[in-house]
């Protein structure tokens, strides 16, 4: 069974900085791509941020990019998110997920496993 567990969320003001960390267990986890999503309150859960098995190859949606990066350290099993230069609109339940796939995806049904999710709170 694959576990996601996300942290390094919190309140940080307008203009700040977050890193967000995920660590999977479960399966071998250097094979499979993984990626972000956010949720904020009345909204629907939104992707962020993918990346292949290797880290190679990154995708990220318009609202942060430039901003946000994701990243991975198989060694230690974890996949990051970066987030600089967060604005009220980044306020959300991050949540970190992963597909049966090496190759990046973007779709949030292509996602077979997720985390509890991360409370990311940006003030103005």
């Known amino acids: 069974q694959v576990q996601l567990v996300e942290s390094g969320g919190g309140l940080v003001q307008a203009g700040g900085s977050l890193r967000l960390s995920c660590a999977a267990s479960?399966?071998?986890?250097?094979?499979?791509?993984m990626g972000w999503f956010r949720q904020a309150p009345g909204k629907e859960r939104e992707f962020v941020a993918a990346?292949?098995?290797?880290?190679?190859?990154?995708y990220y949606a318009d609202s942060v990019k430039g901003r946000f990066t994701i990243s991975r350290d198989n060694a230690k099993n974890t996949v990051y998110l970066q987030m600089n230069s967060l604005k009220p609109e980044d306020t959300a339940v991050y949540y970190c997920?992963?597909?049966?796939?090496?190759?990046?995806?973007?779709?949030?049904?292509?996602?077979?496993?997720w985390g509890q999710g991360t409370q990311v709170t940006v003030s103005s």
């Open positions: 479960g399966r071998t986890f250097s094979r499979y791509s």
């Open positions: 990346l292949s098995w290797s880290g190679g190859s990154t």
């Open positions: 997920a992963a597909p049966s796939s090496p190759l990046l995806r973007v779709e949030r049904y292509e996602y077979d496993y």
